[in-house]
């Protein structure tokens, strides 16, 4: 696995600061380098923004993608997926919606071989006033505030 992405920059953002929103096709250029001309653009976006903390934002929905794309059309295992976002995290240079649900989620996902989006849903859900999150998937019973029925 080709990660590309790397920063030293360790200081927070400030919150008024832009910061621009990542779509996932821009992560997997970064990740995968299989499109040429995809990467130089996403690399010179990044240069051009080097050493702002939080400069670029990836929402969950991203990186749930991410994960499916990564998985389902490079062959990634579960485990690269995870070291990718995990990655992300080690960076100054990402902004999360959750950074610590975020941590946690890939925690968990390693720890217990389950699928990053249920446990994303999971711990989204009990990040909220929900009770529990209510699944058919049984794989999820061993997520926090889940019930299978």
Excluded at 17 to 39: H, K, R, Y
Excluded at 54 to 60: K, M, Q, Y
Excluded at 84 to 101: G, K, M, V, Y
Excluded at 109 to 129: H, Q, V, W, Y
Aim: include cysteine.
């Amino acid at each position: 696995m080709r990660l590309l992405i790397a920063s030293s920059v360790r200081a927070s953002r400030s919150d008024a600061a832009p910061m621009i929103g990542l779509d996932t096709n821009v992560l997997v250029s970064l990740l995968t380098a299989d499109e040429p001309a995809q990467l130089k653009a996403a690399s010179r976006l990044l240069a051009a923004h080097d050493g702002e903390p939080g400069a670029f934002f990836v929402n969950d929905m991203v990186l749930v993608e991410l994960v499916w794309v990564l998985g389902r059309l490079y062959g990634f295992a579960p485990a690269e997926a995870l070291t990718a976002i995990a990655s992300l995290l080690e960076s100054a240079a990402f902004s999360f919606e959750d950074r610590d649900r975020l941590s946690h989620a890939v925690r968990l996902c390693g720890e217990r071989a389950c699928d990053f989006a249920d446990t994303m849903i999971a711990l989204k859900n009990a990040s909220t006033p929900c009770e529990y999150t209510a699944t058919f998937v049984k794989a999820m019973r061993t997520l926090p505030g889940v019930r299978v029925l």
